[in-house]
């Protein structure tokens, strides 16, 4: 009886022993293949920020353009104003 019981016991070590190294080989794989992921993503965001800047320099310039078209766009409309208060007064003298 006591060999049974020391040979189970033994046997359950050596089970346990084997899914401890499995789950630590599995763990060093996980930790590196989150070191790959980390790098690629980090080399990415650099990737995408030269990208993000153009794009937002691109971005900025039309805003650039905008506000010059409605710059240009409220001086011809103060231009039109001057223009129809001319030629009202204007009409006012020749009657």
């Given at each position: 009886?006591t ?7 033994t ?31 980090t ?7 030269d990208?993000e ?7 900025d ?6 506000k ?11 231009a039109?104003e001057?223009w ?7 009409q006012?003298?020749?009657?």
């Amino acid at each position: 009886m006591t060999n049974s019981c020391s040979f189970r016991i033994t046997r359950t070590a050596e089970d346990l022993a084997q899914t401890v190294a499995a789950i630590s080989q599995r763990l060093v794989k996980l930790e590196q293949r989150i070191d790959s992921l980390e790098l690629n993503s980090t080399d990415s965001k650099d990737v995408q920020s030269d990208e993000e800047i153009v794009m937002l320099d691109g971005v900025d310039q039309l805003l650039q353009e905008c506000k010059g078209l409605l710059n240009n766009s409220s001086n011809d409309v103060e231009a039109d104003e001057i223009w129809l208060e001319e030629s009202v007064s204007n009409q006012d003298v020749a009657a």
